[in-house]
């Protein structure tokens, strides 16, 4: 499984970027594909997943209600839609997908076998 992440760039307090994560087509409709980032000496975390199948999304509570992921099977992509930027969204964001993860484990960066490249979003005046 191949995934490449893009969208990343400079960006205004306040403003909107959306990032893509376009996967292969060996990726099973089942799968689950998740978005996390990583500050600078800081672990990965988890930011958002979404179920390929049913579109059942999950948010970590730093980002619900300013960020949305979708996915466009047709065009084999995720999307992850970043609003009311902060400058505490700047990172480094990752995309990742696991064909097995039961709903609690996905917020585990451990938990997900393939990983994209990062793209690195940036957020200052």
């Known amino acids: 499984v191949q995934l490449q992440a893009s969208g990343g760039g400079l960006v205004q307090p306040g403003g909107s970027l959306r990032l893509s994560c376009a996967y292969s087509t060996r990726t099973y409709p089942r799968w689950i594909m998740g978005w996390f980032r990583q500050f600078p000496g800081k672990e990965r975390e988890f930011v958002a997943a979404?179920?390929?199948?049913?579109?059942?999304?999950d948010y970590a509570d730093s980002v619900k209600g300013r960020f949305t992921i979708s996915r466009d099977i047709a065009k084999n992509t995720v999307y992850l839609q970043m609003n009311s930027l902060k400058p505490e969204d700047t990172a480094v964001y990752y995309c990742?997908?696991?064909?097995?993860?039961?709903?609690?484990?996905?917020?585990?960066?451990?938990?997900?076998?393939?990983w994209g490249q990062g793209t690195q979003v940036t957020v200052s005046s």
């Open positions: 990742a997908a696991d064909g097995r993860l039961i709903r609690s484990s996905w917020p585990i960066p451990a938990q997900y076998d393939y």
């Open positions: 979404i179920s390929l199948s049913d579109r059942t999304t």
